[in-house]
Antibody, heavy 121, light 107 residues
Framework: QLAESGGGLVQPGRSLRLSCTTSGFIFGDYAMSWVRQAPGKGLEWVGFIRRNAYGGTTEYAASVKGRFTISRDDSKSIAYLQMNSLKTEDTAIYYC??????????????WGQGTRVIVSS | DIQMTQSPSTLSAYVGDRVTITCRASQSISSWLAWYQQKPGKAPKFLIYKASTLETGVPSRFSGIGYGTEFTLTISSLQPEDFATYYCQQYYTYPYTFGQGTKLEIK
């Protein structure tokens, strides 16, 4: 129901855009997050985008704020992660996840299979 | 940011054992805690939310409890498919934060 794409090998300082194509649910009804996992490491939340009904605003982790931008196209049921000024430490598998709201607080119930990003010269 | 600390980092157990993983938050998160299971090369799987509510389809041998800053995940009788890495995550406030993970290994 979530499928990430767009990963690959990129040089430091360059940009990459990841896509998360969704199906099986009404995309516009859900907030979406991106979570990453560096090789052999744990999970790190990257950021999220609210539903357009709540302004479609975004929040980011400090490690990516100012470099990464999350957007959404409800007409296509796709979420995006634009990554600029990439650093070697951004090397990771990037997962998109769906928020499931519970009394105003959202857990992450559905995860894509992930797309690998390698930042290296 | 709220720090999440899991213990132990690694746990060795036999099939049929009862095991418990602990997750501590650096400040109160009420009951806004989730647990995920991740197997090698796979995406995390959503197990438990609001500290103790099992996601649909998760076997009843999994249970969670806790409030405030201390939480536990218990597996009552380990099955071969339960050997994996488990993560806790607070969703009380942004930025969301995860524990460092607990790797559950077969003894």
């Amino acid at each position: 129901q979530l499928a990430e794409s767009g990963g690959g090998l990129v040089q430091p300082g360059r940009s990459l855009r990841l896509s998360c194509t969704t199906s099986g649910f009404i995309f516009g009804d859900y907030a979406m997050s991106w979570v990453r996992q560096a090789p052999g490491k744990g999970l790190e939340w990257v950021g999220f985008i609210r539903r357009n009904a709540y302004g479609g605003t975004t929040e980011y982790a400090a490690s990516v704020k100012g470099r990464f931008t999350i957007s959404r196209d409800d007409s296509k049921s796709i979420a995006y992660l634009q990554m600029n000024s990439l650093k070697t430490e951004d090397t990771a598998i990037y997962y998109c996840t769906r928020h499931i709201p519970v009394a105003g607080h959202d857990a992450l119930d559905i995860w894509g299979q992930g797309t690998r990003v390698i930042v290296s010269s | 940011d709220i720090q999440m600390t899991q213990s132990p980092s690694t746990l060795s157990a036999y099939v049929g054992d009862r095991v418990t993983i602990t997750c501590r938050a650096s400040q109160s998160i009420s009951s806004w805690l989730a647990w995920y299971q991740q197997k090698p090369g796979k995406a995390p799987k959503f197990l438990i939310y609001k500290a103790s509510t099992l996601e649909t389809g998760v076997p009843s041998r999994f249970s969670g409890i806790g409030y405030g800053t201390e939480f536990t995940l218990t597996i009552s009788s380990l099955q071969p498919e339960d050997f994996a890495t488990y993560y806790c995550q607070q969703y009380y406030t942004y930025p969301y934060t995860f524990g460092q993970g607990t790797k559950l290994e077969i003894k």
